[in-house]
């Protein structure tokens, strides 16, 4: 057995089951013709049960064979240009190379000693990212699993520096189209839900600071404690990136700490044409960024960012066997200090390898294309007399409702939809996403790959209006 540990009797073994794995992959991203093959879970679950994991197979080969059959062949393939549904991005070439090295070598990021050089590369991508915010010369952060544990250290340091001895008292302000995470967080924190106040959007999806302001006097008057505003640069849904220097000026006036989550939309920040768009986040006192989103990393990547390098001492726990507190007087790296986690993979290795070889403007032009992609789509749908499209997108997503001429019931259409998202997805000709808005259902683009054209969304509207008048047809029939 011990010829399946890596070490360096086992590096030939290593370098040809790599090989053969990543021959595998290749070969299966180049014969992909669907994003999906639409497999069932009925028809997928007996396949998975009915390997005996007490009975190794042994042999590589064998073993990727058996994972093309559960696996390989039905995944849902981002790369392909008609995955048009979450927030996954295909990934570049750097970032898996260096997702390659860093399970190798498996260094954890918690302690200098158990990594060293990694700690280092760790920092300067977060000063890296500091300073593409602007947060300042006091600015730092570390690395997380994604934007929900980000958001939620965020508002950890945010609940710890508020001035208050009541919990009960704090209240965070977060738009109605905020991540989940947020009341996630809250709850985690033990603020309970009633904790976070929601603030109405615009018509284009942004928070009201006017309502904004109206909540935090609320709250002061009402003896309570404003504790975070979660400004959202880049909704899940919409992509609409709320009004920063606003609210930085509200949360300013009222002491408040500001988040601003720019878990999708921090792509801006290596944007060749559309930086501006983010004018004001310089201004936050942490910020949540998802490389996994738009900076075309694998997941996991992701990082959270303070203004103050001190509040990060709000997570900080010292441990004899770890990181004993005389490290920090011999000023020894223990990235653990600023993290919610204990052992933590190297994922910054990834975009340190992203930016090595092609560069942030490399990245930047990349998201910039998805983002002008979104905005041919938004034409195409304003165009269109079958679909109704709710915002022009900020940054790479579309949401929109086929809107059959000749049916006026909205329960009715809200089927329609629901049945064509769901046929498109049995088809796995391409996958798209749904929401609801105004409490009707809606489907979704997040467009996240360079690779999908104009004319690819307009053969998904076509694909989508074909399913959803199917499904009015057999309706009709069912009726008569
Ligand atoms: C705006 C926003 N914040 C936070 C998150 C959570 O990020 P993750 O899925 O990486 O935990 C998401 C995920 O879609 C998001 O869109």
Redesign the pocket.
Known sequence: MRSHLLNGLTAEHYRSSVTEGVERVAAKLATTDRPFTGVTVDALTPRVDAIDLDRPLGDTAAVLDELEDVYLKDAVYFHHPRYLAH?NCPVVIPAVLGEAVLSAVNSSLDTWDQSAGGTLIERKLIDWTTGRIGLGPAADGVFTS????S?LQALLLAREEAKTDSPAKLRIFASEVS?F?VKKSAKLLGLGQEAVVTVPVDHDKRLQTVALARELERCRQGGLVPMAVVA?A???DFGSIDPLPEIAELCAQYGVWMHV?A??GCGLLASLKHRDRLTGIERADSV?V?Y??SFFQPVSS?AVLVKDAATLRHATYHAEYLNPRRMVQERIPNQVDKSLQTTRRFDALKLWMTLRVMGADGIGELFDEVCDLAAEGWKLLAADPRYDVVVEPTLSTLVFRYIPAAVTDPAEIDRANLYARKALFASGDAVVAGTKVGGRHYLKFTLLNPETTPADIAAVLDLIAGHAEQYLGESLDRAS
């Open positions: 927030l994604g934007g929900t544990q958001n991540h995470s959202t880049g909704t899940t989550d878990a999708y949540t998802d996994h989103k992701s």
